[in-house]
């Protein structure tokens, strides 16, 4: 189960909550899930790895991601713009994980890094986790406590 | 097989491999000269054929790698040339001695050799011979091209020889199996004579033929060869030299379609006369004429369409060619380098995501034990692949790998002088540069975490360089940019080094130029602390310089002829915004306030904070501050003294902090909030400093206009008093004081005061002027009270009571004293006693001296200084007059005047007048007093010159009338009190006439009525001479007054 959560001056406003995919999946955690800010900024505006010691070296599995990212969104751009799929698959595999992407309408990007030994999480269930992720981002900009751009705390 | 070529390309496949070496001892700047000039030639078109050999040059060549020459020809060496100094015929035979040592570590594969003899002279030299080139000196041999060519005429010969040998399909003849050197011992005891292992020759053959059509030029028999060689090699599943020959086809294709190379270096390929070009140019044309007419290689056209591979088709080949070589492990580096010839050719076609797929395979191509060195090869070149396929994060995570490894703690001696370069190298990946103006504005750029990691390995490489200057300004960097992301602990311990690096060498504001030339630009600390808003500060009110009003007049009828006009008022708005409506004065101290706060989570020290300007000679006094952790806004004003005068520019601040000097730009500060930066200064004005006789005040006055100020003096007097207050106005400025006019000002005027109050000659003080800087003049101001002794409440209480009123008129005797003072001061009554408490209270007047003085240059400008001095005076009653009565006298010139005093002192006094015994009252004690004076007419007057003519002013005519009235009425009574028991100065003349001047005035207070009714009873007396007369009249009198 990932969280997503925001507070505003006084209370929590609202709070949702990204399920994967069902609560029969809870036990298969993505080992990392990120929330990158549109070009040109590019930085992360949300970072949550389950394994937090070793952080940095997610920060830099998914940076390198960003490259993907791009190169799929740019070789997207002469098909379809319109009816295009959010979700770009599997970015790609590395030796003990596997990097999946998801980019939004407004070119926000959503990386999530999977461990390649958990086969419980396939692409179907991925796509939802994504589209749930979306989802809560949604939430987060109706906010108007939230101003675009800044960093999301998660509770 | 062990080194790979990371450098190579699919168009290596064409070219012949020559090595060039040198021999003995060769100064190696002198060597690759001549290396270069060789190397320059690099195609070569055939004499009488229109091919080009290709021709690559290495000084250096591994000869295990060479032993891979039949697997693929072009990583045969064909050529040896060597190079050798060579300066007395007696070393002749050893160095000749040395070159066919060397032939023979290539020996096997070698087509031809020369040698370049330098420097040997005289008979040797002389005599000709084909595979020796004698040259004087490295500066006189115009000739090595054109042997170069030769050379490579004659190995020309060598391989078209070799081709047409074994192109030939002579079937009888017994085809060599050819093998790559680890395969030689799988084939021992084989059945050569199987049909599997002829076909396995056939095609083994087959793909050496298109090698070598490939270097000599022939690309369509290649490609046709290539084919045919996939066809046997795939039917006997010989992968290692299939996939060779699917490489072959892929190289051979590139070649066709990308005649620019893959690459990239646009050096490397000579776009040599027509024959590239023309090749490209009509390609698509099988047939068509060329420049040189029919294009000879005829076959060559025919076949091009169905042999050569579409580009969608290399990229599969090389997939399949690789997926052959990884079958093998012995070709890891064939591997390796298929991949890397691929991706080139992949990133010239722009298909960076396949690419990224075959680097990333290369990257899990296990080579053996790598040494250091090749590992930071390996990894440059993937990053510079990555960085080719527009993957700049990945190239820049590369390069970062690469660059750890120069100095990974294996390696004895840690190049960090590398390090650092690669480092550099990687900061675009990162979206990283070095200037902080990019980070200045709008929202962080990059990934922070990433970034920080990174330059905290600049400044590690930096320090283990040995550059303290280097590490001292990424440091800087790295906590100006990086401050919102890092956590307290980090600040803590990124300050702390930065700290112990500026011990040795303090950061500064100049840029650093690294050899490669790049420069590093400043890091001026703007958020160390946090600048919210810039004010500059007018001066205190008694330095402000005010201008002349005259002047000012001219100043604005030069500006425009027009009274108004909305452009004009439009563009001064606008200026208004810049610039301040506030001047600033030369030479003397100016302020500017900021208001700043520390991000820091400990106390931060800012030393040697000081303003930077321009337009005016400025010396800034330095400030040293220490702000606590995080403080909330913290105001802070920066001094400097103008020396010049002109417009005054503040465009920032310098600070030092953490022993780092930064110069902050207002104009690069977000979010500042300012007032304005420009000011004038104006030119020295003197400067006054006035001390008083009189203590100073507590009590500060609230002028009403807006002015301060500057110093408060009180005083406390009995109505009546005069007293001098002696001003020193001494000049503590620079300039000499020239002009001074003085001017008062009495304000909370409730009270009604009679005669001037302050009065001064300033004709003795001008004397003394013009006042040098340092002298002292004194300036006597006389302060008279003078209030009302009248006792207005007590009369109207009393009017209330009539039989009061009436016992307080007695008819007796004119010299009569009432002395009832138990009745008069009847405590008892309360209604009494609340007239006590009336008399008691104490009044306050209060009054400010201004002082205008100029003088120096800034008066030559027009400009004075106001400089005020606030004078607050009690006044405690003295005497009251109660009542006030007549009674004819024995003359009918005369009349004798009552009047009711009372003393509201704590002391005894005495109260005179003209004519008149002194009486003598105690303290609280109210007795009556009666005067005898002549009457007088007022109507003798003499009436105001303007009496009657103005209408208009009737009513000011009045009143200076009545005013003149009143003081006739003084000077015949002259009354006066002293306190006797004070000092004796005290109560004298001056006193005296102070308080006759207020006898005379209080009846003026009390209203016309009042007025009227003295004047009435004098008017009586004198008007009508009877003496029963008088009586009704004073009978009435006070009834009059009660109304």
Avoid at chain 2, 562 to 585: C, L, M, T
Wanted: proline share 5%; with cysteine.
């Amino acid at each position: 189960m990932v969280k997503i959560a925001y507070f505003d001056s006084s209370n929590s406003l609202g709070e949702s909550t990204v399920m994967a995919s069902a609560v029969t999946y809870t036990a298969e955690w993505p080992v990392l899930v990120s929330i990158i800010f549109s070009p040109p900024q590019n930085y992360p505006l949300y970072i949550r790895s389950v394994p937090t010691e070793n952080e940095l070296k997610f920060h830099y599995t998914v940076h390198t991601s960003l490259d993907v990212v791009d190169e799929k969104i740019s070789a997207m751009g002469k098909a379809l713009v319109d009816q295009r799929e959010l979700y770009l698959g599997l970015l790609y595999p590395t030796e003990d994980y596997k990097v999946y992407g998801y980019v939004t309408n407004s070119k926000v990007k959503f990386v999530m890094v999977v461990d390649s030994s958990n086969t419980a999480l396939r692409d179907n269930e991925i796509r939802s986790m994504f589209r749930k992720l979306h989802n809560s981002y949604t939430d987060i900009m109706c906010n108007p406590f939230y101003n675009p751009g800044d960093r999301i705390h998660s509770r | 097989m062990s080194v790979p070529d990371y450098m190579q390309c699919a168009e290596d496949h064409q070219t012949l491999l020559v090595v060039v070496q040198p021999i003995g001892i060769v100064p190696e700047e002198s060597f690759f000269r001549i290396y270069k000039r060789i190397s320059a030639v690099s195609q070569v078109n055939v004499r009488d054929s229109q091919r080009v050999l290709y021709i690559r040059y290495r000084h250096h060549y591994p000869p295990e790698n060479n032993e891979w020459g039949d697997f693929q020809t072009h990583r045969k060496v064909v050529g040896l040339i060597t190079i050798t100094d060579c300066s007395s015929a007696k070393d002749w035979p050893q160095t000749f001695e040395k070159f066919h040592l060397q032939k023979e570590m290539y020996g096997s594969t070698l087509y031809d050799s020369r040698l370049f003899v330098f420097g040997l002279q005289g008979e040797i030299a002389e005599q000709p011979r084909t595979d020796v080139a004698f040259y004087p000196s490295y500066d006189e041999c115009e000739t090595v091209e054109k042997r170069i060519e030769d050379f490579i005429e004659s190995l020309f010969i060598v391989l078209e020889s070799k081709r047409l040998d074994r192109a030939t399909d002579k079937s009888g003849d017994k085809i060599p199996l050819l093998c790559v050197p680890f395969e030689k011992k799988d084939f021992v005891g084989l059945d050569t004579d199987s049909r599997h292992y002829k076909k396995r020759c056939q095609g083994r053959m087959r793909k050496h033929v298109g090698d070598l059509c490939l270097q000599a030029g022939m690309l369509q028999d290649s490609l046709v060869h290539y084919h045919m060689a996939v066809e046997l090699l795939r039917s006997v599943n010989d992968f290692l030299w299939l996939g060779a020959a699917l490489e072959g086809l892929c190289s051979a294709s590139v070649i066709y379609h990308y005649p620019g190379g893959t690459g990239g270096k646009v050096g490397s390929r000579r776009a040599q006369g027509g024959s590239l070009s023309a090749e490209a140019g009509n390609r698509h044309r099988p047939g068509a004429l060329t420049s040189n007419g029919i294009n000879a290689d005829t076959s060559a056209e025919i076949g091009r369409a169905k042999n050569c591979l579409s580009p969608e088709d290399i990229i599969d080949k090389y997939k399949e060619a690789i997926s052959y070589y990884g079958k093998y492990k012995n070709a890891g580096v064939i591997e390796l380098e298929a991949c890397v010839k691929a991706v080139r050719v992949l990133a010239i076609q722009k298909r960076s995501m396949e690419a990224s797929e075959f680097l990333q395979n290369a990257v899990y191509i296990n080579l053996r034990q790598l040494s250091e060195e090749e590992k930071i090869q390996r990894y440059s070149i993937l990053s510079e692949l990555y960085e080719r396929i527009g993957f700049h994060r990945k190239s820049a995570f590369f390069k970062r790998i690469a660059a750890m490894q120069c100095a990974a703690p294996s390696i004895p001696e840690p190049g960090w002088r590398a390090c650092y370069k690669l480092l550099l190298e990687t900061l675009p990946g990162y979206s990283l540069s070095l200037d902080p103006k990019d980070f200045s504005k709008g929202t962080h750029r990059g990934w922070a975490a990433v970034q920080m990691r990174l330059l905290h390995e600049l400044v590690y490489a930096s320090r283990r360089m040995g550059n303290p200057a280097l590490c001292v300004r990424h440091l800087s960097f790295l906590l100006q940019t990086m401050l919102d992301f890092l956590s307290d602990q980090e600040k803590k311990d990124v300050t702390q080094s930065l700290e112990s690096y500026t011990a040795k060498c303090p950061g500064t504001m100049e840029f650093i130029t690294l050899p490669d030339g790049l420069k590093l630009p400043p890091v001026p600390f703007t958020k160390l602390p946090i600048v919210r808003s810039v004010k500059l500060l007018n001066l205190p009110t008694s330095l402000r310089p005010h201008k002349m009003k005259s002047l000012l007049g001219q100043n604005v009828s030069t500006k425009s002829p027009f009274i108004y006009s909305p452009i004009i008022a439009h563009s001064r708005g606008e200026e208004r915004n810049k610039k301040i409506d506030f001047q600033w004065v030369q030479g003397d101290v100016c302020e500017v306030q900021l208001m700043v706060y520390n991000p820091m989570p400990f106390e931060l020290r800012v030393e040697n904070m000081g303003l930077l300007t321009t337009g005016v000679e400025f010396e800034s006094l330095p400030a040293a501050l220490s702000l606590p952790a995080e403080s909330g806004l913290y105001p802070v004003t920066l001094v400097g003294v103008p020396q010049t005068t002109g417009q005054i520019t503040v465009n920032g601040y310098h600070t030092s902090v953490f022993g780092v000097f930064s110069d902050c730009l207002l104009d690069n500060l977000p979010g500042v909030k300012t007032n304005g930066c420009t000011v004038e200064v104006i030119p020295a004005l003197p400067r006054l400093q006035i001390s008083t006789s009189l203590p100073r005040s507590a009590h500060t006055l609230q002028p009403s206009s807006g002015d301060e100020i500057s110093t408060n003096v009180s005083v406390q007097l009995y109505n009546g008093e005069t007293q001098q207050l002696i001003i020193k106005l001494e000049n503590i400025g620079t300039e000499p004081l020239e002009k001074l006019e003085v001017t008062a000002k009495t304000v909370n005027t409730k009270e009604k005061l009679y005669g001037d109050f302050l009065s001064w000659k300033l004709e003795d003080t001008l004397s003394q002027f013009p006042l040098k800087p340092g002298k002292i003049a004194t300036f006597t101001v006389n302060i008279k009270v003078k209030l009302d002794f009248s006792c207005q409440e007590n009369l109207l209480q009393d009017l209330s009571d009539d039989g009061i009123s009436v016992s307080g008129l007695p008819l007796s005797s004119p010299f009569r004293q009432v002395v009832k003072p138990r009745v008069e001061t009847k405590p008892i009554n309360p209604q009494e006693s609340s007239k006590v408490g009336d008399f008691s209270h104490v009044k306050t007047l209060e009054a400010i001296l201004n002082f205008k003085y100029s003088g120096g240059p800034g008066h030559v400008e027009g400009y004075y200084r106001n400089l005020s001095l606030g004078l607050h005076v009690e006044v405690e009653p003295s005497v009251f007059f109660t009542r006030v009565s007549t009674l004819p006298a024995t003359s009918t010139r005369q009349c004798h005047l009552l009047l009711d005093v009372f003393n509201s002192t704590e002391h005894e006094l005495t109260i005179s007048a003209r004519n008149n015994e002194d009486l003598i009252l105690h303290a609280g004690e109210c007795q009556r007093m009666a005067i005898q004076v002549d009457k007088f007419n007022f109507e003798s007057f003499p009436e105001s010159p303007t009496d009657g003519t103005q209408f208009a002013n009737a009513k000011q005519l009045e009143e200076e009338r009545q005013q003149a009235k009143g003081l006739e009425i003084n000077s015949k009574l002259d009354i006066c009190w002293k306190i006797i028991s004070f000092h004796e100065y005290f109560v004298e003349g001056v006193l005296n006439q102070l308080v006759l001047e207020h006898l005379q005035l209080a009846p003026l207070q009390w209203g016309e009525f009042l007025i009227r009714l003295v004047q009435r009873l004098w008017n009586v007396e004198c008007s009508i001479p009877t003496t029963c007369m008088p009586v009704t009249s004073f009978r009435k009198s006070p009834q009059f007054i009660r109304k």
